[in-house]
């Protein structure tokens, strides 16, 4: 039998991604507490540990805003001078964190990681088939990246205690009632616990 012939029996495990979403200043500051910073850290190490692919995502816009429509949710950016372009420090990775060089971070331009961005070609040149969703807000970028990743035929599992959202009752029913129609919805160390079985 040719080498080829032959598939190594790691050939049908998943391919998995972390997308860490979110994690800049101007949204993390807001949160009180850094809980959801530790724990996502540790997913952070946890997947580098298992040889998983980070990718960091942040949401930022050209100087001026000209991605943002008047009529679009966005549109009070555009009053609010560079608080949210590419170059300011609100938009930057949040300090609690170092992505590695070979970590790519995803600029966004809407509450998906999807829209505005290049994440899911750089997806596709990963190959990955599964994604772990990481991020703030539960309401905002994780239900939004886990809504359009389902339709694009992701696996997906949901980090609960690595997402936050400013309304606990939303992050509850969420995580509880709605995520888990479409996700494995697990906590950080049971996650990272699951990669060495």
Do not use: N
């Not at 949210?84 to 790519?104: G, K, L, N, V, W």
């Not at 029913?173 to 616990?193: H, S």
Request: net charge negative; with cysteine; charged share 20%.
């Amino acid at each position: 039998m040719s080498a080829s012939a032959s598939a190594p029996a790691s050939a049908s495990a998943p391919r998995r991604v972390l997308l860490a979403m979110d994690f800049q200043h101007g949204i993390a500051d807001r949160f009180a507490g850094t809980e959801v910073l530790d724990r996502a850290a540790e997913a952070v190490d946890a997947a580098r540990a298992a040889d998983i692919p980070v990718v960091w995502v942040r949401v930022a816009f050209r100087p001026g805003y000209p991605e943002v429509s008047p009529s679009s949710g966005f549109a009070r950016l555009t009053g609010a001078g560079d608080a949210m372009t590419e170059q300011s420090a609100a938009t930057a990775i949040h300090a609690s964190f170092s992505p590695r060089e070979d970590e790519p971070v995803v600029v966004k331009r809407r509450i998906s990681a999807f829209t505005g961005s290049d994440l899911e070609v750089l997806l596709r040149g990963l190959q990955a088939d599964s994604l772990v969703l990481a991020g703030i807000s539960t309401s905002g970028v994780v239900l939004s990246t886990l809504r359009q990743a389902a339709d694009l035929d992701f696996t997906l599992t949901v980090l609960a205690d690595a997402c936050a959202d400013s309304d606990e009752e939303v992050h509850r029913v969420l995580t509880q009632k709605v995520f888990p129609r479409q996700a494995e919805v697990t906590t950080v160390q049971e996650w990272a616990d699951g990669l060495g079985a």
